[in-house]
């Protein structure tokens, strides 16, 4: 059976890959801080499972900066495939942690291009970038040609790592692919970003258990898709005969505000009667119309979105309530 290394497996898309390439027969080996709390880790699903953990699904334990374990790990299970998908992954954040982002963002994937160089059988490696790289872009929508423009020290980290896997692949024949992810969510997401936040908030003040929600620029806007759809295109990018780079995106903008809109209209309230304005929450630097043209991927990989922004934001919002209602309860 194929073998699959993935970083960051705890994560939001690290967990849906790892569902995804256990139900297509894939041995799922994922690399987890020492700190990680498993308990509450979206892989409980799995790690509980006795026919799944041990069997198909391995965890090791490993830091991004620790070279030799990494090296270790590599050339123990020898991965047909390796999908790098830890690092500081919060934009906002990058501008309070520049030099985090940096070593866990951009230095991180530098090491592993540097360890897989050396390997026998080096893996195929996908490295999602993001849609940050562009920051303040020249064309909408961008494609996988659009030149690098990065406004936050996470596109800046994102840039280098995106580079860097073009210039593995050009020099030392890796087969090395970016996928230019660009906004995608799941009921999986992170509490610190804005959709789930959001989602949750609305959820809780339906049932009395908050009153309000403080957000910033309500007229941001990004392109936001479903996770699982993106997912699925990690997964097709490394199946093809040659490595290239893929741009993952839905082609359509909505706003922070839209979010509000549909999460609070699913549970029945009006949004404006609860979203409060922080200026504290404004970014220092806002991407401009960070919006994706996906032809390469529809049109090579055969991929393409199945899941709307409405209905993405609906089920957030309604997986939410159940979980909340649940707690209460």
């Not at 804005?194 to 609305?202: E, G």
Request: hydrophobic share 40%; charged share 20%.
């Amino acid at each position: 059976m194929p073998t699959a290394l993935i970083t960051g497996i705890t994560g939001q898309d690290g967990s849906l890959l790892a569902d995804f390439l256990l139900a297509k027969g894939y041995e799922v080996h994922g690399v987890v801080r020492r700190t990680s709390s498993l308990e509450r880790s979206r892989l409980k699903h799995l790690y509980i499972d006795p026919v799944i953990y041990k069997k198909s699904l391995f965890l090791h334990y490993a830091d991004l900066e620790d070279v030799t374990v990494l090296r270790r790990i590599l050339v123990s299970i020898k991965p047909t495939e390796l999908y790098h998908l830890a690092g500081q992954s919060h934009v906002g954040l990058s501008f309070e942690i520049p030099e985090t982002t940096s070593n866990l963002t951009a230095m991180a994937t530098l090491r592993l291009l540097e360890i897989i160089r050396d390997l026998s059988s080096p893996p195929r490696l996908f490295h999602p970038s993001s849609s940050e790289i562009f920051g303040e872009p020249i064309q909408w929508p961008q494609t996988e040609e659009t030149p690098f423009n990065p406004k936050t020290p996470y596109g800046c980290a994102k840039a280098f790592a995106t580079q860097m896997v073009k210039i593995y692949r050009a020099s030392f024949g890796l087969f090395a692919c970016n996928g230019i992810m660009y906004n995608h969510e799941s009921t999986r997401r992170g509490e610190n970003f804005v959709t789930k936040k959001i989602c949750a908030a609305a959820a809780a003040i339906k049932l009395s258990h908050q009153k309000k929600i403080s957000l910033g620029n309500l007229q941001a806007e990004r392109d936001w898709g479903f996770a699982e759809d993106y997912v699925r295109g990690m997964w097709l990018t490394l199946q093809q005969a040659e490595p290239n780079d893929y741009l993952f995106a839905t082609g359509q903008l909505h706003t922070v505000e839209d979010i509000a809109r549909i999460a609070f209209s699913v549970v029945g309230l009006r949004w404006e009667d609860f979203v409060e304005v922080d200026s504290s929450l404004l970014r220092k630097s806002e991407p401009v119309k960070l919006v994706g043209d996906a032809s390469r991927a529809r049109n090579v990989l055969g991929w393409k979105n199945t899941v709307s922004f409405e209905q993405m934001i609906h089920a957030m919002t309604t997986d939410e309530l159940e979980k909340q209602s649940a707690i209460k309860s």
